[in-house]
């Protein structure tokens, strides 16, 4: 059985931001939409609801916060994840104006493209009406002019394009996903990946292994690696900041020319363990030398 002897840290991971053209986006169509006809409106159990335009956002005073956004069904090792610095306006902010029913408990969501969700009143007060991302005007593909960011959540509590929230004291119907079974909170799951080597690379020794962990707000408490099926090995990490994932790179001296499967898992600060069929796994070829 092959063991993770030698293991050690290597340089500095890569950049946790993702550039705009890599973030992953939805597979549907940006709506067309005109930024001097759009308006945000917040509405339901309140006593004053509020409409905002475009040029009504952007006055405002605004924050800029890190956050990771993975899709519910990303699978082991997806593309579906990515990380970014949002510019925008914190909903607590907007939400202090109004005068709020006390039995509100859920937030209804609505987009411009039909996208319906719901999501717990408490999660979007931590929220961001978002206009940038990564210091430029947020682009049409990922939600121009405005997308709810939520950190925490998967992606799909988190909409593009978004024009409604209505505040209630019940979630309603949900949207598409809850009624497809997934849940009603959203929350992100512990998750971790490998994103260097890709699968059946041939790479030469010592082995360089990269990827990420991920758990929501949860902090990332440990990450672990094991060879063809041997003993789980904690490899050392870079903490991030609250919502962001975090990012591990090490090398490995393989003992000797072959291929060996890689497993990658997280158990976060609560102790959540990575479920094993969700555990990333692939192969690497190991040839004799370096940097092949």
Known sequence: ????????????????????????????????????????????????????????????????IACTIVCAANPPGGERIGHARWTGVPLALL?????????????????ADGHRTVVRYSDLRRGLVAYGMNGERLAAEHGFPARLIIPGLVDHKQPRWIERIELWDTPGD?????QRGWSLSGEAPTVAAITDPHPLQIVGTPVRLAGYAFAGLRDIATVELSVDGGPWTPV???PGEPGSWVRWQVEWPAPEPGDYQISVRAIDINGTLQPPDRIHRQTVRVRAGRDL
């Open 95 to 111: 939400l202090d104006e109004l005068t709020v029913d006390s039995r509100v408990a859920y937030a209804r969501l609505e987009a």
């Open 236 to 238: 050392p990490f870079e």
């Open 174 to 178: 949900g949207g598409l996903w809850e």
């Open 1 to 64: 059985m092959t063991s993770l002897a030698g293991v050690r840290a290597a340089k500095s991971p890569e950049p946790l931001i993702a550039p705009g053209e890599r973030l992953f986006r939805v597979y549907t169509r940006p709506p067309d939409l005109r930024v001097e006809f759009w308006s945000l409106s917040i509405g339901g159990m309140t006593r004053h609801p509020l409409s905002l335009s475009y040029d009504d956002l952007l006055a405002l005073p605004s924050r800029e």
